[in-house]
């Protein structure tokens, strides 16, 4: 059964008190007791990010930091539960004390570093992209990878970006944020070819999407093949008739 959120929120009040006022109980478990309730009010306080919900966020993850100082993680979510409130100097400060208290952890830098991009610190942020990049036990180094494409693409930088995506595909061919991206910087670049090779690609190894299927309309589009075409549109209609892509297929007159 589980425990209901009003519970548990008692609950996380409650334990450090315990833990401080008993005459009984040894510095050891103490320091358990601490330690629960810190993981706890992370716990809660992801949730409540998660739903929306960033003033109690940044409350409980406040709580969490307090019992547990180290905690790289309870720090990066505060700085995006900051950024949500639209204050970025703390978030800045939260981002930043995340990587003082675990700077070999990819995930905290790769979030650091996503954040400075948003800021369009964008030097900054690939210095710690590709800190994340170089750790060894980064065994997701696609999605790092493609982060740093994507925020090379936003500074512009699209010769880095493209050198950043293809090297995600060496770390793994099917990855399809990496292969979407490079389809749209070739549509962008009107190099149409190599776009719907990515884009075949794409479709080989990843379920489709109504935004990626339209990019096959726009590349057969530019291409002059009216059958591909077709056959993009249709599949648009047919697996996402509700999708903004579908009403746009309609109303060309193509559906």
């Known amino acids: 059964m589980k425990v209901s959120e009003t519970v548990m929120i008692g609950l996380l009040m409650a334990v450090p008190v315990s833990g401080c006022v008993s005459s009984t109980s040894g510095p050891e478990e103490r320091v358990a007791d601490t330690s629960e309730a810190a993981d706890l009010n992370y716990q809660l306080g992801a949730r409540y990010y998660r739903n929306g919900n960033y003033e109690l966020a940044r409350d409980r993850l406040l709580y969490s930091i ?60 690939i210095r710690y992209f590709d800190r994340a990049i170089r750790i060894r036990e980064n065994d997701n180094a696609e999605i790092t990878l493609t982060n740093a494409g994507v925020c090379m693409m936003q500074k512009p930088d699209l010769v880095k970006a ?8 060496e770390h793994k061919s099917s990855y399809g944020e990496a292969l979407v991206q490079l389809c749209v910087m070739k549509i962008n670049q009107q190099e149409y070819l190599p776009a719907r090779a990515f884009l075949q690609r794409y479709l080989s190894g990843n379920p489709p999407s109504a935004s990626v299927l ?14 591909a075409k077709k056959e993009y549109e249709d599949r648009i209609l047919r697996e996402f008739p509700q999708s903004a892509e579908a009403r746009r297929v309609l109303e060309s007159g193509q559906g």
């Open 66 to 125: 307090e019992l547990d100082p180290r905690n790289a993680i309870a720090h990066s979510t505060l700085g995006l539960t900051y950024e949500q409130l639209d204050n970025i100097r703390l978030a800045t400060a939260s981002y930043e004390q995340a990587v003082r208290v675990a700077p070999n952890d990819f995930e905290v830098l790769n979030t650091y570093a996503v954040f400075l991009c948003r800021q369009k610190s964008y030097d900054d942020a």
């Open 214 to 227: 339209h990019l096959g309309v726009r590349i057969e589009d530019a291409l002059g093949d009216e059958r």
């Open 162 to 169: 493209e050198s950043y995506f293809r090297e995600a595909l």
